[in-house]
């Protein structure tokens, strides 16, 4: 009789579970709105900000972002996914998230400009659980995102998902082997300049010229700002690195390697037209100018004409660049809510699959170091030197009075190059408007 019994409860549990099957098949698509997807009856309410919503007029980060919802709607009937897009303006988007996430009515899961990221951590929840759940390790990032992903307790609060590198793009007719440090440089430059080559970068009054140029200082062990946010640019060998950094800068333009026109370079794409005349030997700019140099010149001959180097260095300095991105954090308190919310910012920006498809989508390149072996990134060229550059990339000061500090940076930088100031003129001007600050 019991082994009777037991059959029939095995029976029992068997069909419990195949009709449940057939009712969760049953259940059809969700319902897809312009800012949302849910089954009728759901019953939690995740709401998400991403950098883009479902109604951004790029179709295919819509698809995708879409596209991901459903499918996680579909592993969690329960759950409605709210949808909202920042505003372009990364600085008001901040702001605005900042403000809500301070009043305690932040998107339960969102898109934090690394840039920004230590202004959030008092409000972002530890998502370690979920985060080693779902088979990740902090080892898979770059080394410069991992400290940033972690509070002062050692928990995971910050999921980075995509990059960005600053590089030297060098013509490899004219200079077949990139210089590594200043001197060689100079060397390589001083006979090229006769032929009217030219080595570039931006100077203009925009970040743009913050971000290639602080390398430079980085490289020989600068420090814009202590841990606790107090500026330091000034002070013992900080200052030596940026006099020596802006040194650097005035003699590019003392021996007529590079025009003093960059001043008006606000973005690294400024440098395109230069480019595309032949005469620009080498220059510094961001990860994504090679993609936009690649289409107007071609794929192939990009590839044939460019490579891609570290930046020169000092030749007492260490290998550094510069690197941006975006993170997906979670202001949910509730702990069920917490835990889907997390789940959603894996699937759609984490996840091996999650970052590699967003990236592509994007047109981005991924900050977990391990996922260059894919054939999308490793049949690359680009994408396969810029791998190597991001293990010793370096991020901006994420505290409010970089900003400041920054503009003052570019002033300073214009001022050297032009001879309106000298270096150290330059650096007591920057400390004493940073004082005033």
């Known amino acids: 009789m019991k082994k009777i019994l037991s059959l ?18 049953d259940r059809g698509e969700p319902n897809v709105t312009v800012d949302s997807v849910y089954y009728d009856d759901w ?7 991403p950098q883009d919503g479902f109604d951004t007029t790029d179709t295919a980060m819509a698809d995708y972002l879409v596209g991901t919802a459903v499918a ?3 592993d969690h009937p329960e759950v409605k996914v709210t949808c909202a897009a920042q505003s372009i303006n990364i600085a008001d988007a901040m702001s605005k998230l900042l403000t809500q996430a301070a009043a305690g009515n932040a998107p339960d899961v969102a898109s934090v400009d690394s840039f920004y990221l230590p202004l959030y951590y008092d409000y972002l929840q530890p998502v370690t659980d979920v985060f080693e759940a779902n088979g990740l390790s902090l080892d898979s990032w770059f080394p410069f995102a991992q400290d940033a992903m972690t509070n002062e307790d050692g928990d995971i609060v910050a999921m980075w998902y995509d990059t960005d590198v600053r590089a030297l793009y060098y013509q490899k007719s004219v200079m077949p082997t990139p210089p590594a440090t200043w001197d060689e440089l100079f060397a390589m430059m001083e006979p090229l300049k006769e032929e009217g080559y030219m080595f570039l970068y931006p100077a203009g009054a925009n970040e743009t010229t913050s971000c290639d140029v602080w390398p430079w200082f980085w490289s020989l062990g600068g420090q814009i700002l202590d841990e606790e946010g107090n500026p330091v640019f000034a002070e013992g060998s900080n200052y030596d690195a940026l006099i020596k950094t802006f040194d650097f800068l005035k003699q590019t333009i003392d021996t007529g390697i590079t025009p003093t026109r960059v001043t008006s370079f606000m973005t690294d794409t400024d440098v395109n037209t230069d480019v595309m005349t032949g005469k620009v030997a080498c220059f510094v700019g961001g990860s994504w100018v090679g993609t936009q140099l690649a289409t107007l010149m071609g794929d192939e001959k990009f590839e044939e004409e460019w490579g891609i180097a570290p930046i ?10 510069c690197c941006g991105g975006w993170t997906v954090g979670v202001f949910a308190q509730d702990d069920v809510k917490r835990q889907l919310a997390a789940e959603l910012g894996i699937r759609a920006f984490i996840s091996r699959q999650g970052m590699l498809d967003y990236c592509t989508v994007k047109g981005n390149i991924p900050c977990r170091a391990d996922l260059y072996d894919d054939e999308r990134f490793a049949n690359d060229w680009q994408a396969v030197k810029f791998c190597e550059l991001l293990q010793d990339g ?10 400041y500090i920054s503009q003052q940076f570019q002033t300073a930088i214009a001022n050297v190059i032009t001879g309106a100031q000298t270096s150290e003129e330059a650096v007591q001007t920057m400390k004493e408007n940073v004082e005033l600050y």
């Open 8 to 25: 029939a409860l095995i029976l029992m549990l068997a069909l419990a579970s195949f009709t449940g099957a057939v009712a969760q098949e």
């Open 43 to 49: 019953s939690i309410e995740i709401t998400w900000l």
């Open 72 to 74: 996680f709607v579909k």
């Open 312 to 321: 020169p260095i000092s030749a007492e300095g260490e290998p550094s660049t």
């Open 394 to 403: 370096d991020v901006r000061p994420g505290f409010e009075i970089y900003t």
